[in-house]
């Protein structure tokens, strides 16, 4: 006779996860929209990341070290993950679904449309949710437009954390494996990563937003920017119609060469929320 295995509320079985629609495709698998049984017969709407039978264990593993990463946290701006599937293939992760897709595809799309409003309280969400990471101390690594989700209601979430442990060392010449655009001159050049590093990201997340989803650096290929940024000094200019707060904050407290003179999160998310107060 078998006798029932003790799983963990965290670890859920395959059965429970009915696929409803494809999402998006990630690096490692799709992401659907399902629904999840949980043990009283509710039906709860959730979004699945799956992993391919065929990963590589090194892939596994990084799976795996999000999902553990991830459960840690519990913010409103960051996304929640609600347990994984791990006893049967393809691997896969539940987490809150997020129905308005990535920021930077909302952006893109909606170019030229987006009020400023809007835009400020898109930095100030993000702010929010990095504010917390910082707090726990964790070092995000890939904070970009890509990487932020919108809920149904609009609400931007920070997502795709954990899955950058090997980008602590940059080990292709050509740089194209790493978001070069997004890393600040410690990481180019000593490949240092911190809560400081994560601070550069956001101030081209900021840009990022402010500019509709452009390309950082456009023109530039990821080899030339980072010869401008490291030996030249150079720093994108503030995004056109962008206010003059946000350009000050971005070339006077974020995008600071010495990490230790660069602002911290806390103080970002302080000076983005007061600008927010203006706005009322
Ligand atoms: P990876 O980091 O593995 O490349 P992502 O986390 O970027 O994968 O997910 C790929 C795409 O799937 C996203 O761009 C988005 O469109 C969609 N997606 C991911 N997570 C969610 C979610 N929680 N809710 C809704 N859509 C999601």
Known sequence: LKRP????????????????????????GE??????????????EVAVKTMRS????????????EARLMRKYSHKHVVKI???????????????????????????KNAGKIDLREKLRFCVEASDGLAY????????????ARNCLLSSKMELKISDFGMSDDRSIIHDDTLNKVPVKWLAPETLTDKIYSLKSDVWAFGVLIWEIYSDGSEPYKGMS???ARAKVVSQGYRMP????AP??????LHQKIWVKNPAERIDMTKCQKKLHEMWEKTK
Request: hydrophobic fraction near 40%; charge should be positive; glycine fraction near 8%.
């Open 244 to 249: 003059k707060e946000i350009g000050d904050l």
């Open 5 to 28: 295995i003790e799983r963990s509320p965290w670890m859920i079985n395959h059965d429970s996860i009915v696929i409803v629609k494809k999402l998006g495709e990630g690096a490692f």
């Open 133 to 144: 990471l910082e707090k726990k101390q964790c070092i995000h690594r890939d904070i970009a």
């Open 31 to 44: 992401v659907f929209l399902a629904e999840f049984e949980s043990g009283k017969g509710r039906k709860i």
């Open 238 to 241: 503030s995004p056109a119609g």
């Open 222 to 224: 990821n080899v030339q």
């Open 54 to 65: 065929e990963a590589t264990r090194d892939a596994r593993l990084k799976f795996m070290k």
């Open 82 to 108: 609600l347990g994984v599937a791990v006893h049967e293939h393809p691997l896969m992760l539940t987490m809150e679904v997020c129905h308005n897709g990535a920021l930077l595809s909302y952006l893109r």
